[in-house]
């Protein structure tokens, strides 16, 4: 077995008990953590394959980045100050229409490193651009190659949508069969595949029912926006004569696999359904702020018993996919908005990041926390600084002080992807070169002036 022995760190474990070792250790064998506990390692740990000090860092489960979309690494700042719709014409569906398998492929291995900096080990990709057949094998080889635990919720829009992104009955269930068996079946579990449906009114009731009952067969999600603009609700009364959640209840496919990505625009009736249903909310509010949609009932989601994850979305909309940021964020944007300072503390932040987050990747036994029989997801985060320094609680400066810089280590099922701030598993720089190169192709092709930097 390979090994690893991380000490001396401060441990926030995010366990049911929120333990925090101000010092303790974490032993590693292959994808497996088997000891999670304060003070000093035992002697025969000392003798891993490969030992970490983790003096003044904190050594946290990683995140999950449990909604993007990682092919808008090459859309970022290009429609800033606009809302959802807007946004949605002038900047996404223009570059998407031309993007390519290999444009999918970089744009996504950027994402994957932005990810992997900013301290999640798990992504929810919400990939609905199939402008070409292998645009979604193109984000899931990135996947494989960076090393991250990857969901692909294979996006599909089959209604009143954009000509170029919609798809029959048959392509949507049939592409989604054929990505599960090659990416997902065949391999260890690192990267799954569930159905994406886009957005309420770009899906017809017959193809949201048919997907979701495969998915209940396979034993997976499915992802959705909902609820994200006011505009978007008004649109489902005036067609169905029903709320977004509504809609899903009546139709029978709301339940606990079910992933409500954004969750603004809910009256009580609707929060009402999501816990009773226990389905599972994504809160998103960085791209809330950004695309001024609105600020989700988080705190009465919490007080209901909904399980809310967090994600960035996609960085057309962010601009960023940085999950440090997200903290403090989505902390600061809901005290502001109750006027409740302890509305949400640092450890219900990270909860949320974490568990909240494993729950909605569908592995909540598997990940989210540093308990023993856990996977090997590990980050640490350097808070000897002068952003952070002293520490008097290890997760309120993991909250309130540290930044996507001060993560040092990064660790998925047991391999080391990051370590003392430097990606480990290919050249970045030249991948940052190739990136500049193949958006500035991109855009010729869309037609859109584009100044690339060439290195």
């Not at 080889?141 to 009955?169: C, I, K, N, T, V």
């Not at 640092?346 to 926390?369: K, T």
């Amino acid at each position: 077995m390979r090994s690893i022995l991380i000490e001396n760190g401060s441990v926030v474990t995010v366990d049911d008990e929120q333990q925090v070792y101000r010092q303790g250790y974490i032993f590693i064998e292959d994808d497996v953590i088997t000891a999670v506990a304060p003070g000093s390692p035992p002697s025969p740990m000392q003798k891993a394959d490969t030992v970490i000090d983790a003096n003044l860092m904190a050594v946290m489960p990683g995140m999950v980045n449990a909604h993007t979309h990682l092919f808008q690494t090459f859309i970022r700042g290009l429609a800033d100050d606009k809302p959802l719709l807007d946004w949605l014409m002038t900047a996404i569906w223009p570059v998407a229409q031309c993007l390519t398998e290999e444009d999918a492929y970089v744009a996504a291995m950027v994402g994957m490193l932005e990810n992997i900096r900013g301290g999640a080990t798990s992504v929810i990709d919400h990939q609905y651009i199939h402008t070409e057949p292998g645009n979604d094998d193109g984000v899931c080889r990135a996947a494989d190659e960076a090393g991250l635990r990857f969901l692909l919720a294979r996006g599909w829009a089959d209604m009143d949508y954009h000509p170029a992104f919609m798809e029959s009955q048959e392509q949507i269930v049939s592409e989604t069969i054929r990505l599960r068996e090659k990416w997902e079946v065949k391999e260890n579990g690192r990267i799954r595949v569930e159905f994406g449906p886009l957005i309420p009114w770009g899906c017809t009731d017959d193809t949201m029912c048919r997907t979701h009952n495969i998915s209940q067969d396979w034993g997976a999600g499915t992802h959705i926006h909902v609820a994200e603009t006011s505009t978007e609700v008004e649109m489902n009364l005036k067609k169905r004569g029903s709320r977004h959640i509504e809609w899903l209840a009546d139709i029978g496919v709301l339940g606990p696999q079910m992933q409500l990505v954004h969750s603004i625009w809910l009256d009580d009736d609707e929060l009402d359904l999501i816990a009773k249903h226990r389905a599972i909310v994504v809160h998103c509010p960085v791209s809330n702020m950004y695309l001024a949609s609105g600020v989700a009932r988080v705190p009465e989601m919490r007080q209901r018993g909904i399980t809310v994850a967090l994600g960035t979305d996609g960085p057309g909309s962010n601009n960023s996919q940085d999950m440090m940021e997200l903290l403090k964020t989505t902390a600061l944007l809901h005290k502001v908005h109750t006027l409740n300072a302890t509305v949400l503390l640092p450890e219900d932040v990270l909860w949320m990041a974490c568990r909240g987050g494993a729950a909605a990747f569908g592995q909540p036994e598997h990940i989210g926390s540093l308990e023993p029989g856990k996977k090997a997801d590990v980050v640490l985060v350097d808070l000897d600084t002068p952003l952070a320094m002293p520490v008097h609680r290890i997760p309120s400066a993991l909250v309130y002080n540290a930044s996507v810089r001060d993560v040092d280590t990064v660790i998925v099922d047991g391999r080391v992807l990051m370590q003392n701030k430097e990606i480990l598993f290919l050249d970045e720089k030249a991948l940052l070169a190739r990136a500049r190169q193949t958006c500035a192709n991109l855009f010729e092709r869309v037609g859109a002036m584009v100044e690339a930097t060439r290195s």
